[in-house]
Structures are given as C-alpha cells and as structure tokens.
DNA sequence: CTATGTGCAAATCTTTTGCAGGCTA
DNA sequence: TAGCCTGCAAAAGATTTGCACATAG
C-alpha cells in the first residue's frame, strides 16, 4: 500500500536504532524492524497493528503479529509511540507525541496529521477539582465530498 | 452503579415513547424501555452497551444484550444518539447529539459531558481540499491529581 | 547466566450476524 | 398479513496471554 519495495536501508536501521537507544528499550531484531519501519524515513507515521505487520511481511522481516502487538504496546509505554483512538475498531499507533490534532478520513478510515499550528483554542473547559489534564484529543473528521 | 431503585416510572416512560416517535422509530416494548433509560429523566446521558443492558436489567426489565447492540445502532441510525469513540475496547453513547465536548476520566474510564460554552477555537485547521468537515471531536482526558 | 522478548495457538472481549419465532402497523 | 424486531447462539475481529524456546546484556 505504499511503494513496492518497502526494504529497509541502513539510514532507516540507524534511525530505528537510534530511536529504540533513546528510550532504553532492549533493540532486539524485531524492534529493531519495526523501529525502521515507524521512523526509519523521518516523517510521521500513523499506523495499525495490522498495517505495520503488513509492512514488516512487506519489507521481507517477520515478525509475528503478535510481537507486533506487543511491541506497539511496549513502544507506547516507553513513550515512544502515542495511541489513538478513532475508529473503536481498531487502535492507532502515532510516532509524533505531542499533543496535536488529527484528521479522520472517513471513507478510507485513514489518520493523518492536522496541521498544529493552526489549531488554538480561545478557551478551554477548565479541569474538574482534583483532576488535571492529561491530554487533549482533537479529532476532526473529513467526509469527501 | 447508578441509583439502587432504577424502574421506570410513567414520566420516563412518556419521555422516551416521545423521543422515539420524534423520530419515527418504531417504538417495541424493548425500545421503549431503553429510550426511557436513557432520556426518562431528562438528562443527557453517556452509556456503554454493557452499562445499558446492565441497567435494564437491573430496572426489572428483560432486553438481550444483542438487541441493547442492535437498538443503540438504530438509535444512532435514527440521530437519536451520537456514537463516541474514546476508549477503543469499547464505544460509547451520548444522548446529547450536538458537537460538543467531553471529559473523559482515565482512572474510571467515565465519559461525561465537557461545558461547551467554554470551549471555543480561535484557529481550526481548515479540511483539506475535496473535504469538508464532518465533525470534530474533543476529548479532554483527565488524570487524577 | 538470567531476565526479557518472541512466536504460536488458544483465550478474551466487544460487537455483529443468521435464523426461527414474535409483534407492530 | 407483511415486514420489521427480538433473542439466542454462533461468528467475527481485534487484542491479549500462556508457555516453551531464543537471545541480549
């Protein structure tokens, strides 16, 4: 679904690489592949289990599906990878972790950066006592029209 | 979880016939006791199919949890309710059907309504060309402090 | 060497669907 | 009566988990 020869070069591996160190997350061969798929070229990626599985089968690794589950989840814990959620069918994995919005394709259900900068808020509904923000999602879905 | 003596009485019961024949929904007996859980007593509500089936059957009446799935579907179908998506094992439903705001507790995975009036964009990104914006979801989640 | 990660299959959980019988208009 | 609705059980999809084996530090 993306080019043809999706392999992984040694710039991609080093950026995976480098990614995982950062984190101190154990590079093993299969997060080291999926490091390279996620970040490898340097652009934002959104994907979902079964998209970075199909990659990775793509790029001509294996990994299992269900490693690759694992491992979304555990790149998510080292703050690695930020989750979203859209579709309540499926969970998103985002490699930009700031807070910022997303558009929502609804007829190919695809996730794609907002531009950020040209979200503000005037006002924002204040944190209930005793609570504090912890993230803002803002979703905003597209219809072709 | 909510009240300890949940039955329906004639005023929810009227409120809810009314809410399903606005929108000419064919008003069961399953119907019914659903539409009155969730409008019978005028407050907007934010329900998980589990929830509602579980207040069904704790207000005495017998709904299957495959029709509390099938009639929230038929609901939403009929712009009676709004489907929420923010937790991704499971989706929520808001009777409250206008674009607006929510709060979503992390620590009780509740999904409650967020003032709207207080919630304003001085900036939103604009929909990209062939698109036009279909809704925009803002989930303000919460983390206890 | 020891803790951690991986792969497979099976389990879990939410939601949908097929089908026979029931009920509304 | 005709068609939509309901309930049950089974199916379907996404994700997690148990366990034996492999591997990084």
Chains 1, 2 share one sequence.
Do not use: K
């Not at 794609?112 to 040209?118: G, I, N, R, V, Y």
């Amino acid at each position: 679904m993306d080019e043809n020869a999706p392999s992984i070069d040694d710039a991609a591996a080093d950026r995976g690489n480098a990614w995982l160190a950062r984190a101190g997350v154990r590079p093993t061969r299969q997060r080291a592949v999926l490091a390279a798929l996620l970040v490898g070229d340097g652009r934002d990626r959104h994907v979902t289990a079964e998209s970075l599985f199909a990659a990775a089968r793509d790029s001509g690794e294996s990994v299992s599906l269900a490693t690759v589950y694992n491992t979304l989840r555990a790149f998510c814990d080292a703050g690695l990878l930020q989750e979203v959620t859209v579709d309540g069918t499926r969970s998103y994995f985002d490699t930009r972790i700031e807070d910022h919005p997303h558009f929502y394709w609804e007829d190919t259900q695809e996730l794609t950066d907002a531009p950020a900068q040209e979200l503000r808020f005037s006002r924002l509904p204040a944190p209930p006592e005793g609570t504090e923000v912890a993230r803002v999602d803002v979703v905003i879905r597209l219809r072709r029209r």
